[in-house]
């Protein structure tokens, strides 16, 4: 696994260092214009996308239905683009890789079909997520939190930045809401069905080490902030990507 201990170490400075005015295989999507309000698109060389959620005018990232279709319609492109080996999801946020579902969203509910319905969708798209044949890489800076948590544990692996504002939990269950995207069965799945009672019962929140020791998250990394290495340092081909498609290719087949 010394590749996986690679992959999370370099993560970092390699997010910082895409390579941008490539086309998006024959679709012509250029990965240095944005492609939706609240997320963009970038891809290196080697085929490795990076899907970066950053939505305008706010602190924090959060989930609603216009957020959700975007991000539904960037993947969809990705997951059939035969350029595309594997994406690393990540927040523009330095603070917040997504901090949940907007409550107002319960407002739109106005009767329990709209409920089921809207649960469906995010059910839907994160199991697509979840079933992906391409690796999806989760980089988790700042709070996870809620549906944020949810989008996390729908990817293959999670990568999670050591620092008192990174952690992840299930809050809304201490407003009576439970969660609505398949973060009931994902924690027992990923993390054993104590952590899931403790979580899904208190709305407990978990810091970076505690949630790896759990099972939550792949590794923890620490914070490399300004002073990264320039980007022909980084945009060489990168070895750890290939030892992590060999590794996704080993998941599908067992």
């Not at 305008?56 to 539904?72: A, C, H, Q, R, T």
């Not at 989008?151 to 999670?158: D, E, G, S």
């Not at 902030?225 to 320039?230: K, S, T």
């Amino acid at each position: 696994m010394a590749f996986v201990r690679h992959l999370y170490r370099r993560s970092t400075p390699i997010l910082n260092s895409f390579s941008t005015g490539v086309s998006l295989s024959r679709r012509g999507l250029s990965v240095s214009q944005s492609l939706s309000k609240h997320a963009s698109v970038s891809m290196a060389s080697d085929g490795i996308a990076v899907l970066k959620l950053d939505s305008p005018g706010v602190k924090v990232n959060s989930l609603n239905l216009e957020v959700l279709d975007e991000m539904k319609s960037l993947y969809g492109r990705l997951s059939v683009d035969d350029a595309v080996k594997g994406i690393v999801l990540m927040s523009g946020k330095p603070d917040c890789f997504i901090a949940g579902m907007e409550i107002a969203m319960v407002d739109t509910c106005k009767t329990p079909a709209d409920g089921e319905r809207l649960s469906q969708e995010a059910h839907q798209f994160f199991f697509d997520m979840e079933n992906s044949k391409k690796p999806i890489v989760a980089a988790i800076t700042g709070h996870a939190l809620g549906g944020g948590l949810e989008v996390a544990m729908a990817c293959q692996y999670r990568i999670a930045v050591e620092g008192m504002k990174t952690s992840i939990g299930l809050p809304e269950v201490m407003l009576g809401l439970l969660p609505g995207g398949g973060g009931l069965q994902r924690v027992p799945k990923l993390g054993g069905t104590l952590t899931a009672l403790d979580m899904c019962l208190t709305g407990k929140l978990l810091k970076s080490p505690k949630a790896k020791k759990l099972g939550l998250v792949d590794l923890v990394v620490k914070p490399l902030g300004p002073g990264l290495a320039p980007a022909k340092e980084t945009t060489h081909p990168r070895h750890w990507i290939h030892g992590l498609l060999l590794l996704h290719r080993l998941r599908l087949s067992s």
